[in-house]
């Protein structure tokens, strides 16, 4: 190779680089700009200028969205829910996971398949059914009238991914432990579950995710301000403060955040299991 | 060992519970749905039974629901044809750099795919609104007279607008997709395609694309099953507006239900929209499975 192909090879790449950080500037912008106005007066925002940045960083704004937002309370409703069904929707999709592919039965495939029919059917469809079906057993306006639907409906993905990670399992594993004595209640979580952990942590992540910013069926089955989860305390927001833009902003920063932090924290997880979901199909 | 395997009471044990939550909160309530959408509940008070009236009506004389259809059809053509072969194009360059690159700028592509759908409207509503949203501040930087477009307002560019928000935020997904479709491509592949002379557009046109068919049809299952359920981002935007120029069926159907009083009616659209969701992600499943036979 002789000089000029290196350096026209390395235009390209300079160039490609710079494409992508533009790419990745643009995508990024919006979030900045949030940010930077929730530090704002609201009364700067109107101003002509296209980007200031603010002379006096109004912190307070801050303790304003979490006060008068109920972050805290929000949140805390928002972890009880997700995290309940979280560890609920694992556990059963596990189990089901288990079942469908490592056991010899007739069904097992019109029950994995009737489970999937989960990542079909709209979750806005049982909206309205759910609103009265729920309130015979009278849980609308509790945690479980959330956790029961989110387990539902979450179940089908946790368990597709699960089970395609359980096949590549050889059965010797359980052959062995059976031989040992060990019984199904003993194998499953000491033996099964930690030879599939990546799928199971897969699952759980993007279970999180979908849970905890979930919102519609927050909206349509709570009712009372101290049982709403996080993503309701934009809307409240938007009622309460509606001319106060510069506070709204900062709510929505507060509200991004945990689920920003979940996903740094855990991106090569979601990579994989975005990956593992559509080597599937 | 054979009877450990096919132990019922184990297998009941296993499958059961999570079969009895999803019994319990999506296809009773889809019967439910069936129950009501014969009758002409107004969501409180006395009704009657009026059979198959609501389902007639909203074939034969709403033009709201086959609005609604249309736009998601409108959603799904977006995806599929200019969503994609972008996220596709984006995939294969991040394929190419180092993967600590790559790792870096997927990560950051996906943001916002992490976020909830209350953040990312109302993001977008502010960054569209007329007086003070950015989007106009820097277009006026380009015009003598301030720019005060109502973007999400205004008939001309309400669904545009909104079809924006909903691929900004569904961008990462088919990225991601791509990505690791294209991890699984054997070098061999295209080293053979290169040494029978091939250029970068036939290499990806005859030897990658269809290589990674099954990937990509397992995208498109996902764009439409994902266009059918665009709910909130509508919901909490325009509400359908204006007229009903960017309503999608899951808003209707909650409008119809909880704010028109129509509750019958509601779950009528409801039963409908089942039906259309199921039997198109159905069609488009069988479709993909047949070519790829042939293929």
């Known amino acids: ?281 | 060992m054979k009877r450990l395997f096919n132990n019922k009471p184990v297998i009941a044990a296993l499958v059961l519970p999570g079969i009895l939550v999803m019994v319990f909160a999506m296809i009773i309530p889809i019967g439910f749905s069936v129950y009501y959408s014969l009758t002409n509940w107004a969501g409180i008070g006395a009704f009657k039974w009026v059979g198959f009236d609501n389902y007639v009506e909203i074939l034969t004389s709403d033009s709201t629901f086959w609005r609604s259809l249309t736009n998601v059809a409108i959603l799904i053509v977006v995806t599929v044809f200019l969503q994609n072969p972008v996220a596709f194009a984006l995939a294969a360059l991040l394929a190419r750099i180092k993967p600590r690159w790559s790792r870096f700028f997927r990560t950051i592509y996906f943001i916002p795919a992490v976020l909830s759908v209350v953040v990312i409207t109302a993001l977008w509503t502010n960054i569209m609104n007329p007086s003070f949203g950015i989007l106009n501040k820097f277009l006026s930087l380009f015009s003598t007279d301030p720019v005060t477009t109502s973007w999400l307002g205004k008939p001309a560019t309400a669904l545009g607008s909104v079809i924006w928000i909903i691929v900004w935020q569904g961008f990462g997904w088919a990225l991601l997709f791509f990505y690791s479709g294209l991890m699984t491509v054997p070098a061999e592949l295209e080293e053979a395609a290169k040494i029978d002379g091939a250029g970068w557009w036939m290499t990806y046109t005859r030897v990658i694309l269809p290589y990674l068919f099954p990937i990509i049809s397992a995208v498109v299952v996902i764009d439409v099953i994902s266009s059918l359920k665009q709910m909130e981002i509508i919901f909490l935007s325009t509400g359908g507006g204006p007229g009903d120029l960017t309503q999608f069926t899951a808003v209707y159907l909650y409008q119809k239900a909880f704010v028109a009083s129509q509750y019958g009616y509601g779950n009528g659209l409801s039963i409908l929209f089942v039906i259309v969701a199921v039997g198109l992600t159905l069609v488009v499943q069988r479709l993909f499975r047949t070519e790829g036979e042939v293929a």
């Not at chain 1, 969205?65 to 694992?90: E, H, M, P, R, Y």
């Not at chain 1, 059965?171 to 194998?187: H, P, Q, T």
């Open chain 1, 1 to 281: 190779m002789s000089g000029p192909w290196i350096s026209v090879k390395n235009t390209k790449k300079a160039f490609l680089g710079v494409f992508l950080a533009a790419l990745a500037f643009f995508q990024l912008f919006p979030l900045l700009w949030v940010f930077n106005y929730s530090l704002q007066k609201t009364g700067d925002l109107f101003g002509p200028a296209f980007f200031t940045l603010p002379a006096v960083p109004q912190w307070n704004n801050y303790v304003r969205a979490f006060v008068d937002g109920k972050i805290l309370q929000s949140s805390i409703n928002s972890v009880i829910i997700v995290v309940s069904a979280v560890a609920l929707t694992t556990v059963l999709a596990f189990c089901i996971a288990y079942a469908c592919t490592r056991m010899s039965w007739k069904l097992r495939k019109w029950v994995l398949g009737f489970v999937s029919l989960g990542m079909v059917i709209p979750i806005h469809v049982t909206l309205l059914p759910n609103f009265i079906w729920f309130g015979l057993f009278g849980l609308i306006d509790t945690h479980l009238s959330l956790i029961i639907p989110y387990v539902a409906f979450q179940i089908s993905f946790s368990t597709l991914v699960i089970a395609a990670q359980l096949q590549s399992v050889p059965l010797a594993m359980e052959e062995s432990a059976f031989m040992d004595g060990a019984s199904y209640r003993s194998i499953l979580p000491r033996i099964i579950a930690p030879m599939v952990s990546p799928a199971i942590v897969t699952a759980m992540i993007s279970t999180f995710l979908s849970d905890w910013n979930e919102f519609i069926m927050a909206n349509t089955y709570l009712a009372s301000d101290d049982k709403r989860t996080l993503p309701f305390s934009i809307i409240r927001f938007q009622g309460q403060y509606a001319s106060d833009y510069a506070v709204q902003f900062a709510c929505m920063v507060l509200v991004a955040v945990p689920a920003l932090i979940i996903f740094f924290l855990f991106s090569k997880w979601i990579m994989a299991g975005v990956s593992a979901g559509a080597v599937k199909g």
